[in-house]
């Protein structure tokens, strides 16, 4: 068991795709980081609860028999790489790649960066990987009675659809949520601070395919997202109305088209919907609605670990460990139902 691979929580983050294969080179190494994910303080049968060293076989390092009961324990079960032929070096090389890319990979580029031989597989490994994207208990965003605040709103995304006449027609409607953090700027960059909006970045992101502007759909979603007693920022949409009933501190804002009024309230919203569209344009040029919210789940990632992207490695496959991914079957129709804000926590 390599040394290096069981001190991940100290791992440099690896500069290259050779340097990163030279931590994992093979599939017992990739086991390895699994396995101590897993049990971080020693082997543990989740079938007789006895804990002591495991028997391991050489020819199969994704397994694990208790010395007890003799029950045999998969490293990938329930997690996205259940029952997977694919090699787990190429599982782990996968999310190297989804972690280090700031920009992302379409399914193409995936597949030739990996070397498989057919596109499913890379359309696969991806979503699976987006399926893990997501903490089942991940906590709500925003922190009452601080100087911080969280801005909502909602953009519609789609376009012009082939075969379809003129206008626009598949268009989806996204709530996202998004924290407002502020710098505290030394002296001399008071004045290159007001430029950055004041000092304000942003903090964590929500985002969630919803049904429409009506005040159950977002409600519902600042209610998943968001703690309340926290300060919400919002548009004057009346599905809005009610957060303050329902214990948010609510500052609604009346845009009335005023790109000012805007900028000084929502800044940090508009732009993340902004560089959302051009991210699912560039690099996947546009997706197909029933598979949206995987992709909100990637771009949510990507942004809330984007200045710690061996973070993002780790969580990845952390987080993989809890969550089931879909079938090529389930993807292909449109029956799997992705993680979403609502759902997850």
């Not at 082939?162 to 960059?189: C, F, N, S, W, Y």
Request: glycine share 8%; aromatic share 10%.
């Amino acid at each position: 068991m390599a040394p290096d691979v069981l001190q991940h929580a100290r791992l440099p983050f690896p500069r290259s795709l050779p340097e990163f294969q030279r931590l994992f080179p093979d599939d017992q190494a990739c086991a390895d980081y699994l396995e101590k994910i897993r049990w971080e303080h020693g082997f543990t049968c989740p079938h007789c609860k006895h804990a002591g060293e495991p028997f391991r076989f050489k020819n199969r390092p994704k397994v694990l028999r208790c010395r007890k009961c003799r029950s045999d324990i998969a490293l990938t079960a329930g997690t996205v790489m259940a029952d997977t032929k694919t090699p787990l070096s190429t599982w782990f090389w996968a999310a190297y790649l989804v972690a280090s890319h700031t920009a992302g990979l379409s399914a193409t580029q995936f597949q030739r960066q990996l070397g498989l031989s057919r596109y499913e597989t890379a359309f696969q490994i991806l979503h699976k990987l987006r399926a893990g994207m997501v903490r089942p208990d991940r906590d709500q965003i925003g922190k009452p009675g601080s100087r911080d605040h969280v801005e909502v709103d909602e953009t519609w995304i789609g376009g012009q659809t082939r075969g379809k006449g003129r206008g626009t027609h598949d268009q989806i409607l996204v709530a996202a949520a998004v924290e407002v953090r502020h710098r505290q700027p030394k002296d001399k960059d008071k004045e290159q601070a007001k430029a950055r909006r004041g000092g304000r970045y942003a903090g964590r992101l929500r985002m969630e395919v919803v049904a429409n502007r009506g005040k159950r759909a977002l409600t519902s979603f600042v209610q998943s997202a968001v703690t309340p007693g926290s300060l919400v920022i919002t548009d004057a949409a009346p599905g809005y109305f009610t957060l303050a009933e329902l214990g948010y501190e609510h500052l609604p804002v009346v845009e009335a088209g005023d790109a000012a009024v805007a900028e000084e309230y929502l800044p940090i919203i508009h732009l993340v919907f902004s560089n959302l569209k051009s991210w699912l344009l560039g690099c996947h040029h546009g997706v197909s609605p029933k598979h949206l919210q995987a992709y909100l789940n990637e771009f949510t990632f990507r942004f809330n670990r984007r200045f710690y992207p061996f973070n993002a490695f780790r969580s990845l496959l952390g987080i993989g460990g809890e969550v089931a991914g879909p079938t090529y079957a389930e993807l292909y129709a449109g029956d799997w139902e992705h993680p979403t804000v609502s759902g997850h926590g």
